[in-house]
C-alpha cells in the first residue's frame, strides 16, 4: 500500500506540473501572439511572468514551508493558473495570475516531492521531468491562434481536486544538520552557482535547427528524459558519479557541436542528469525548508537566465564562453556535492522508504 500510494502521489503532482507549465505557456503565448508585430509587448510580458513565476519562489516556499500544507498550497497554484486561463481578456491580469499560481504549485509540488522520500533524488526528477514537456506543448498551442481555456480549465480543475483527496504516505522523518555549519554558505552558494551556470548556458544555445518540430520534440524530451532519470541513475550509482560525469561527457557536445542535432541531444539529456541531485542536496541543507529551497533554485534559474536577455547575449552565445560557462558549472556541483557530502551528510542506515526504483 505505501509503495502504490507513493506512485499515486508522484504521478499526480507530475500529471499536474506538465499541465500547469502547458497552460501558463498557452496563455502567455496566447497573449501576445496577436502583438508579435510589436517585440516590446511581447518581451514585457514574458519578463513579467517569468520574475512573477521564478523570482518570488522563495517567497511562496517559505510560505508554504510554514504552512506545512503542500496538497493544499498546490491545489491553489492549480486552481489560479485555471483562473488565468479564462482571462485573455485581461492580459496583465491573466500574465500576473498565471506567474503566482505556477509559482505557488511549484514550491508545494517541489516540497511533496523531496518528502514523499527524504534524501532521494528519483522523486523530485520525476515531478520535475514533465515541466519541460508541458511547456513546448503549450508554447505551440499558444502560438497556434487555437487557444480554447475550457479544456485546461477542467484537467486543471480535475487534478487540483486529485491532489486534494489522494492519500497521502505517513510522513518521515528529516535529518538535522550537525551541528558545525562551518560549511553551510559555501555548498549552498556552489549549488545556486551551478544551477545558475546551467540556466544560462541553456537560454545561450543557438540552435537554428528547433525550428524543425519533431527535432524540437525530441530536444524538448532530451530534457524529460535527462531530469526524469537522473534522480533515479544517481540514487543507484552515486550523486557525485552521474551528476558530475552527466556535465564533463555533455560539455564538447553543447559547446562545440551546436550545429549537429543528435550530439546535442544527447548533450542536453546528460547536462539535465544533475537537476534533481542539486535539488534534493539542497533540500538536504535546509532541513524542513524544501520547498524554500526549491524555490532557491528557481530564483537562480531566472538569474542565470538574465545575461541572455541582454546585450553581453552576443558573447555568451560563443563556443569559448558556453565551454567555459559549463567547466565552472562542473566545478560548483563538484565542490558543493562532496563538501556537503564530507560535512553534512549523515552517515547511517537511509530513513526514506525503499522502492523498486531505489532498490539496489
Same mark, same amino acid.
Given at each position: ?18 499541465? %500547469? ?20 509587448? &511581447? ?32 491545489? &491553489? ?63 505551440? %498551442? ?23 483527496? *489522494? ?37 545561450? &544555445? ?17 530534457? %524529460? ?6 534522480? *533515479? ?45 542539486? &535539488? ?81
Amino acid at each position: 500500500m505505501p509503495e502504490k500510494t507513493l506512485l499515486f502521489n508522484i504521478s499526480a503532482y507530475s500529471l499536474a506540473h506538465a499541465l %500547469v507549465d502547458a497552460a501558463c505557456a498557452a496563455v502567455l503565448f496566447a497573449i501576445v501572439s496577436p502583438a508579435r508585430s510589436d517585440p516590446q509587448s &511581447l518581451f514585457q510580458f514574458i519578463l513579467i511572468y517569468d520574475v512573477i513565476a521564478f523570482a518570488t519562489q522563495p517567497v511562496f516556499g517559505l510560505l508554504v514551508d510554514q504552512s506545512k500544507t503542500p496538497p493544499q498550497a498546490a491545489a &491553489l497554484g492549480i486552481l489560479l493558473v485555471a483562473a488565468s486561463t479564462l482571462m485573455l481578456g485581461m492580459p496583465l491580469l491573466a500574465v500576473v495570475t498565471a506567474g503566482i499560481g505556477n509559482a505557488v504549485f511549484h514550491v508545494a509540488g517541489g516540497r511533496a516531492s523531496l518528502e514523499l522520500a527524504p534524501g532521494k533524488a528519483f522523486l523530485p526528477g520525476v515531478f520535475v521531468a514533465p515541466g519541460a514537456l508541458g511547456l513546448t506543448i503549450g508554447i505551440m %498551442v499558444g502560438k497556434s491562434g487555437g487557444f480554447t481555456a475550457w479544456p485546461f480549465f477542467i484537467l486543471l480543475l480535475a487534478l487540483a481536486v486529485v491532489i486534494l483527496i *489522494i492519500p497521502r504516505p505517513a510522513a518521515l522523518p528529516i535529518p538535522s544538520l550537525p551541528a558545525n555549519l562551518r560549511w553551510f554558505e559555501a555548498v549552498i552558494l556552489l549549488l545556486l552557482l551551478s544551477v545558475a551556470i546551467r540556466s544560462l548556458v541553456g537560454q545561450s &544555445l543557438i540552435l537554428p535547427w528547433k525550428s524543425d518540430p519533431s527535432l524540437l520534440l525530441a530536444l524538448t524530451w532530451s530534457v %524529460v528524459l535527462g531530469k526524469g532519470l537522473g534522480g *533515479i541513475l544517481a540514487d543507484r550509482y552515486g550523486w557525485v558519479t552521474v551528476a558530475v560525469s552527466g556535465l564533463v561527457i555533455s560539455l564538447p557536445m553543447l559547446a562545440f557541436f551546436t550545429p549537429v542535432p543528435a550530439l546535442v541531444i544527447l548533450g542536453t539529456f546528460l547536462f539535465n542528469l544533475s537537476m534533481p541531485v542539486t &535539488l534534493v542536496c539542497l533540500a538536504g541543507m535546509l532541513p524542513g525548508k524544501s520547498a524554500f529551497a526549491f524555490g532557491l533554485t528557481a530564483l537562480a534559474l531566472i538569474i542565470g537566465a538574465l545575461p541572455a536577455f541582454m546585450p553581453l547575449h552576443a558573447l555568451t552565445g560563443e563556443p569559448g564562453f558556453i565551454f567555459i560557462a559549463i567547466l565552472v558549472s562542473i566545478a560548483a556541483l563538484y565542490g558543493g556535492l562532496r563538501l556537503y557530502q564530507r560535512h553534512f551528510h549523515a552517515p547511517g542506515p537511509p530513513l526514506q522508504r525503499e522502492t523498486q526504483f531505489t532498490k539496489k
